[in-house]
């Protein structure tokens, strides 16, 4: 199995950095030779044959990559070699060609530099690098600044992605190439639009060159104690995954954090286009987070959950807290915003990640359903009532993971809503009970949750995260059922 | 709780995102600086005590991420501040653009009882970069700005170099304590942080 590590060896000048602590141990990661086992011979991945195995010990780093893309839903596990083969090859050039178009607007993009400075200045945009011809013309400049409050209004929802959980990501390739030629489809609505039109695009177009530098300033200071970051052209990759994204994604944009959570794909991933589509599904379940407005960011709605966790699951700690004034769990932000890549180091942190993923794993989320030809989901509410699940009791549900299994069994209302990352959180609040109950101020529990750093077991936490959530399921249906 | 008189100055750090403001709180309170920092998620405090003439003190830093869209957070963090320190990059002009809106920004979102004597100070960082053949912002300037926004004190600094971060650190823990002594009479030192609603009884000063 060799040394876990290695493949994301740490700079020998770099200064302090989070140790590793997650042992992988032979016969509970989950190795290649199990992994590739669980495949039949068209390349169909009984999924329930590996759940286990990586729920309990991670999976070996030499095969990350490819169960990556089952765990984040880029596949769906019934598919054989050759559909997937041929879906891998359209997404490879769905991306490059996305990657021409904004190579077109910002030359930047594919040059292999990172851009940290101002693209757009006040005197017009600024352009290092590239052609005259590709500037834009100085008249739509001035439009910066109505266009950053006029954001809200104006957007159209332009993506359908993220309204319909059970949107596949090939639908949603289909979204993005709409998107890049935004405006030109028939319908009469839209022709109204295109006529005020141009000036949307060119403000999309503006929008998105202002984000250029933050994304530049962010990924020179991502993961940069690993090695793998020395090499420039490593750093340009992460930057023009995060700079497509940010055009595919207008509503979201970039946003301070992001970088965090596509560094490891950059690592893991040897195919750029791959990378960018794994990166695309973890946005997908987590994009709302990065939604901000004027008065709140998205992720606060998981912190509010967070609240309402503990609320049920241990009110005293709760009651604590909130009198301290921390009752929007602010000092939670961190946590939730980058998935614990602060709390732990980068290989632990991807340990945690695909721990958390397989326990959330739903068989019916994410991947195409245009490969299979599958009948829509209904979604888990008051009573189970997934596809077949009442019929197979048993069996089937092997093909979720133990936190959605959960949900499935013990769930009511909108249980299902909140992900484990949330219970995660709350079991390192619980972790610290003792000393949260004895801080007499904010600051001090943030010190606390600070001081966790580099101290968590990514399996522990994910192991006492069920527990939590399976108490907080009970408690929540009996506290319902008593208000009935 | 103890009883003994324990100072503790909240200081803010804000700024536009990579003008430095984690390698200055760094270099003050860890003596130290680091060509791998990472952006700043949400935000984080160190703290240090430092001797303001015959004072002990300790300063809490927060800092802060810099992308503008997390401004809402702002109540969150700045509540109960005595001082702002306003940082910008001596080579990138719009980073001493942004810093007006910074200050408006703190001076809404904290909401200080005397918004007109709140303690402010700027920071021009980066001084050591292309010894100075880069910056954009002249010293001129800046102080201009910092006179017509009442005068707040001015420091060019280098995170990197050690240059003028102690110095400031100190000037601000002073102004800080200006402000933080008339609080101090009325507030019992265990509710300092509690809450942000008990500050109410402070404003009645006489």
Redesign the interface.
Known sequence: MGDPDSPYKIRSDSGEVIESRFQPKAGKVLSEKKWRAAFDKQGRLDISKVLVRIQGGGVDPSIREEVWEFLLGCFAPDSTYVERATLRKSRREEYFQIKAECQKLDPAVGSGTVVTLPRVGENGPVNDIGRESDELPRSIVSLIQQDSRQKENNTTPLSSRGMDDEQTSHRAQFDFSNRVTAGETQNDEDARRVAAGNSTQENKVLEWKTTLHQIGLDVVRTDRSLEFYEKPSNLAKLWDILAIYSWLDPDIGYCQGMSDLCSPMVVLFHNEADAFWCFERLMHRLRENFRCTDQAVGVQKQLANLGLVLQVIDPKLYKHLDELGGGSFIFAFRMLMVLFRREFSFSDSLYLWEIMWALEFDPDEGHPSDVRGKQPVIHVSRHPIRDGWILRRGRTLYKWGKFERQNIKYGEGDAHEIPIVVFCAASIFESQRLRLQGAVGLDEVLKILNDVTGKLDAKKACKEALKLHKKYLLKAASMGGRRH | ?ATRKRTLLKVIILGD??VGKTSLMNQFVNK?F??????T?????LTKEVQVEDRLVTM?IWDT???E?????GV??YRGADCCVLVYDVN???SF?SLSNWRDEFLVQASPSDPENFPFMVLGNKVDIDGGNSRVVSEKRAKTWCASKGDIPYFETSAKDDLNVDVAFQCIAKNALKNETDEEIYLPD?I?????STHTSSSCSC
Request: no cysteine.
């Open positions: 709780m995102s990579g130290k680091s060509n791998q920092y990472k952006a998620i949400g935000a984080d405090f809490q991420a810099g992308q869209r997390f401004q809402s957070l969150a963090f990138l002009l719009k653009e265990t300092d942080f509690s809450s942000g």
